[in-house]
C-alpha cells in the first residue's frame, strides 16, 4: 500500500497549486475576519459616514457567528451532491457580494447583512476546503497541505491589516472585492476531487483528474491508485447509510468524537488567543490603535512561522506528536497567566505579557491551529463525509461563540485571571484526550484510516486489510475498464445482498 499515491515532483507541485487556489477562500476569510475585528475605528478614520455604536458593532460579530453556525450543513449537502469544487464555485460569489454592500453601505443595517454573508462563507469554507484538499492529496504530504492552508490564512490577516492602515473605507473595499473576485477564475483551472466523482460513477473524469493531480501521462501511472479509490468506494457501499446509523457503528462513531472534541479544542485556543491578547492590549502603554496593530501583525508572523514549521513536520514526525507538544505549550503558557495575574494583579509587566503570549501563539500555531482541520478531511467516514464535515464546522462556530460569551460572565463572577485558569485545565484534558483517543493518521491512505477506525483490534486489522487487498486485487483487471467496472464487480453493488460469513470463516479470520 506504500506505492499507492506515490507521483513525481510534477504531481507535487500540481497538488500544492490546487490547494493554493483552494486556501484561496481561507485567505478571503482571514480578510473578512479581521476586517470585522477593526470595522468601527475603519469607519472613524474615514469621516464616521456610517453611525456605529457600539450595540451594532457587537450585533455585527453576532451576526457574523451566526452565518457560520447556520451554512455548513446546507453546504455539506451541496458539496455532497454538486462536487466539492463546484459546491465552492456556486458559492464563490457570496464573499464578493459582501464586499459590495460594505462598499455602498450608508446605513449599519446593511454591513449587518454584509457581515451575515461573510459568516456564510466563512462556514462554507470550513466545510468544503477540507474535504477537498483531503480527496486530492497523497499520503505522504497530505498533512503539508493541510498545514499550508493557515499560512494562507494568516497573510491574508496580515494583509488586511497593512491595508487598513494605508487605504480608506471604499478603497479597502474595492481591494478586497477584487480579491474575492480572483477566486472565481483560478477555481475554474483545477479539476474535481476524483474520489467525488468515482462516488457518482464518472469513472473516465475521475481517471483524468487524478492523472493531473499525480503528474502522470498515461492510465497505467495512477492505475494502481485508481484501483484502490473504486475498491474503497464499493466497501464504502457496503456499509450502512442514513444519518441515524453514524453512532451505530464503532469507526464512525469514534471518528465523530475525535473531530467534535478537536473543534472544541480550536474553539478554545482562538478563545484564549483573544483573551490574551485583550489582557495584553489593556496593560500600561499599549492601549493606542496604532499599537494594536503592530502587535497583531507581530502575533499573525509568529503564526504564520509555526504554520510553516507544521508544514514542514507534520508528514514526518505525525499528527499527534504535535498535537501533544501544542497542548502542552499552550497550557503551560495559560497557567502561567493565571499565577502571574494572581501574584501581580493589574501591575503585571507589559514585557512579560508579552513574552507569555508569544509563547502561546508560538505552541499554538505548532499544532492546535493546523492539525485539527487536517483530521478532520481525513478520519470521516466517507458514507457521511459531507455531512460530518459541516457538523464539525457548526460545532466549531457554536463553541467558539460560547467560550467568547461566558468570557465576561466569568471575569464578573470569578474575576479575570480564573479564565485562563480554566482554559488550562481545558488544555490539560485535550492533551489527555489525544495521547489516548486519537488515532495517527500519518502517511496513510483514506481507506487504510477507515480500516483503523473500524477494526477492534490489530488482529482483526490485518485480517481486513488483507481481505481488502486481496479483493482489490482480483478486482483489478475490472477496475482498468473503468466504464465496465460496475458490470464486472456484481458481489460489490450496494443492492445486492451480501451472504453472512459462516462460523468457520469467522474462525479462520480470527
Known amino acids: 500500500m506504500e ?33 470585522l475585528g477593526f470595522s468601527p475605528y475603519i469607519i472613524y ?24 453556525i447556520v451554512a455548513p450543513i446546507p453546504s455539506g449537502i451541496l458539496v455532497d451532491y454538486m462536487g466539492r469544487k463546484t459546491g465552492l464555485l456556486l458559492t464563490a460569489a457570496v464573499p464578493l457580494t459582501s464586499w459590495i454592500l460594505i462598499y455602498f453601505a450608508n446605513h449599519s443595517a446593511v454591513l449587518h447583512v454584509a457581515e451575515l454573508l461573510a459568516g456564510f ?7 468544503a476546503v477540507p474535504l477537498y484538499i483531503g480527496e486530492i492529496a497523497e499520503p505522504r504530504i ?35 472585492g477584487i480579491i474575492s473576485f ?12 476524483p474520489y467525488w466523482l468515482v462516488q457518482v460513477g464518472i469513472f473516465e473524469k475521475a481517471i483524468k483528474s487524478l492523472l493531473w493531480f499525480r503528474g502522470g501521462s498515461k492510465t497505467s501511472d495512477v492505475s494502481e491508485e485508481f484501483e484502490s479509490i473504486v475498491a474503497a468506494h464499493y466497501w464504502r457501499q457496503r456499509r450502512p447509510k442514513g444519518l441515524k446509523t453514524l453512532w451505530k457503528s464503532r469507526g464512525n462513531r469514534k471518528a465523530l468524537i475525535i473531530v467534535t472534541v478537536l473543534a472544541v479544542c480550536k474553539s478554545t485556543e482562538e478563545t484564549s488567543w483573544i483573551n490574551l491578547l485583550s489582557r ?27 504554520s510553516i514549521c507544521v508544514t514542514i513536520f507534520v508528514d514526518c514526525f505525525g499528527r499527534v506528536p504535535l498535537l501533544i507538544v501544542s497542548c502542552c505549550g499552550c497550557f503551560l503558557s495559560t497557567f502561567a497567566s493565571f499565577v502571574y495575574g494572581c501574584v501581580q494583579g493589574s501591575t503585571a509587566a507589559p514585557w512579560l505579557l508579552y513574552l507569555l503570549l508569544a509563547f502561546f501563539v508560538f505552541f499554538n500555531s505548532l499544532g492546535l491551529v493546523q492539525i485539527p482541520l487536517i483530521i478532520q478531511g481525513e478520519v470521516y467516514p466517507p458514507n457521511y463525509k459531507a455531512d460530518a464535515s459541516g457538523w464539525a464546522a457548526m460545532v466549531l462556530s457554536i463553541t467558539g461563540l460560547i467560550t467568547k460569551s461566558s468570557y465576561e460572565y466569568v471575569a464578573m463572577r470569578l474575576g479575570t485571571d480564573f479564565n485562563f485558569l480554566m482554559y488550562a ?9 489525544v495521547w489516548l483517543y486519537v488515532i495517527e493518521t500519518k502517511r496513510k491512505t483514506l481507506h487504510q484510516i477507515q480500516l483503523e477506525l473500524h477494526a477492534r483490534s490489530s488482529l482483526h486489522l490485518i485480517s481486513f486489510s488483507k481481505r481488502s487487498l486481496s479483493g482489490r486485487r482480483a478486482t483489478g483487471a475490472a477496475n482498468r475498464n473503468p466504464q465496465s467496472t460496475r458490470d464486472r464487480l456484481p458481489d460489490s453493488t450496494p443492492n445486492e445482498p451480501q451472504q453472512p460469513e459462516s462460523n468457520e470463516t469467522r474462525k479462520n479470520d480470527s
Request: contains cysteine.
Open 280 to 306: 495584553f492590549e489593556s496593560s500600561p502603554d499599549n492601549n493606542t490603535a496604532r499599537s494594536s496593530f503592530y502587535h497583531i501583525i507581530g502575533f499573525t508572523s509568529i503564526v504564520t512561522l509555526g
Open 121 to 127: 462563507w466563512d462556514g462554507i469554507v470550513r466545510t
Open 142 to 176: 497530505r498533512g503539508a497541505l493541510f498545514a499550508f492552508v493557515y499560512v494562507l490564512a494568516a497573510n491574508g490577516e496580515i494583509m488586511q491589516l497593512i491595508i487598513v492602515a494605508s487605504m480608506s473605507y471604499w478603497n479597502q473595499a474595492m481591494m478586497f
Open 45 to 68: 478614520l474615514s469621516g464616521g459616514h456610517i453611525n456605529l455604536t457600539p450595540s451594532d458593532y457587537i450585533m455585527m460579530h453576532s451576526i457574523y457567528s451566526l452565518g457560520s
Open 425 to 433: 485545565v481545558m488544555f490539560l484534558v485535550i492533551l489527555a484526550f
Open 182 to 193: 480572483i477566486f472565481i477564475p483560478i477555481l475554474l483551472m483545477i479539476p474535481e476531487s
Open 3 to 35: 506505492r499507492v499515491g506515490r507521483c513525481g515532483l510534477k504531481g507535487v507541485v500540481r497538488q500544492f497549486i490546487a490547494s493554493t487556489v483552494t486556501t484561496w477562500a481561507y485567505l478571503i476569510v482571514g480578510i473578512n475576519y479581521r476586517w
